[in-house]
């Protein structure tokens, strides 16, 4: 068994995918010790992906395990700054040169 799995999701964090997504995640927890979500492919995201995204820090926590989320696409960054939320979720998120400028 490995003990490390990314999962690159590429359907929207939408009320339309969460419950695909939120299985394909408890079963990457079941089996690995440390789990990382690339969210680079992400478009649209809602608070249901929200909710996913919390769940997924929650469970690895209860069970004792790392969730590691990664490559904040621009509409997860939106919506987590949005809502402030990245202190919470705890993951760095690499803020292209060109968006923090404000050049």
Do not use: C
Not at 4 to 29: C, F, G, P, S
Not at 60 to 76: F, N, T
């Amino acid at each position: 068994m490995s003990t490390n799995q990314r999962l690159l999701l590429e359907d929207d964090l939408t009320i339309y995918h969460a419950a695909a997504h939120k299985a394909r995640l408890l079963e990457a927890l079941e089996t690995h010790d440390d789990v990382e979500v690339d969210l680079s492919k992400i478009a649209e995201m809602d608070t249901a992906g929200v909710q996913l995204l919390v769940f997924l820090k929650r469970e690895a926590q209860r069970l004792g395990k790392r969730a590691r989320i990664v490559g904040h696409s621009p509409a997860v960054r939106d919506v987590i700054d949005f809502l402030h939320l990245a202190a919470w979720l705890g993951d760095p998120m690499v803020i292209p040169s060109a968006q923090g400028t404000g050049a």
